[in-house]
């Protein structure tokens, strides 16, 4: 027997990820988003309403950066969806954490969290809030790299649970991807 819920945004795991921009005077500015994810090999897609800050910087500066948020920063990250940028200029600094000016885009990268995507705008569309990105560049701090790749359990992401308004992190290693599902082939 199944459980019917009828139409609702409930998908698992759902990223949690934080969009990082400056406004119109330099100074950063960060956001939670959870309704996102991959859209092309080097795109973003993230549904952003047209009424945050982070859009209408996103929309002035053509740049943002979008970091993964971690068990280890769980407060700072939710922080970042609690409290608007249009009230608040300062948040980066009031949850204690720090920023680094991408190199490659006009956005900052968030010190603390060790997985980021530096974008430029492709487009947004204020009707559906939908924003796509170039990603033209994924950064991870040396804490998360193990043999030249991401180590996820060092990264501990979260993903938010919609369906009880939690955070989880993500757990254990399960299986080997493009290899163990072979086992039913002809």
């Known amino acids: 027997m199944r459980t019917n819920f009828g139409a609702k945004a409930l998908l698992y795991p759902m990223p949690v990820l934080i969009i990082g921009t400056y406004d119109a005077d330099g100074n950063p500015d960060a956001m939670n988003a959870a309704w996102g994810g991959i ?10 309403s047209p009424t945050h800050k982070t859009v209408a910087n996103l929309k002035a500066t053509g740049a943002f950066t979008v970091s993964v948020a971690t068990a280890n920063y769980v407060a700072e990250c939710d922080y970042f969806g609690i409290e608007s940028g249009n009230k608040v200029s300062d948040k980066i600094a009031r949850a204690g954490m720090h920023v680094t000016k991408s190199t490659l885009v006009n956005a900052p990268i968030i010190d603390e969290l060790p997985f980021c995507l530096e ?57 080997n991807a493009f290899k163990d599902g072979s086992k039913f082939k002809n």
Do not use: M, W
């Open 119 to 175: 974008c430029k705008v492709i487009s947004y569309d204020d009707k559906t809030c939908r924003l796509l990105g170039e990603i033209v560049n994924v950064n991870a701090d040396e804490s998360i790299v193990v043999n030249g790749k991401i180590d996820v359990q060092k990264l501990a992401p979260i993903t938010f649970d919609s369906s009880n308004h939690a955070y989880i992190k993500l757990g254990d290693k399960v299986d």
């Open 39 to 48: 859209a092309d090999d080097t795109q973003i897609n993230i549904c952003l």
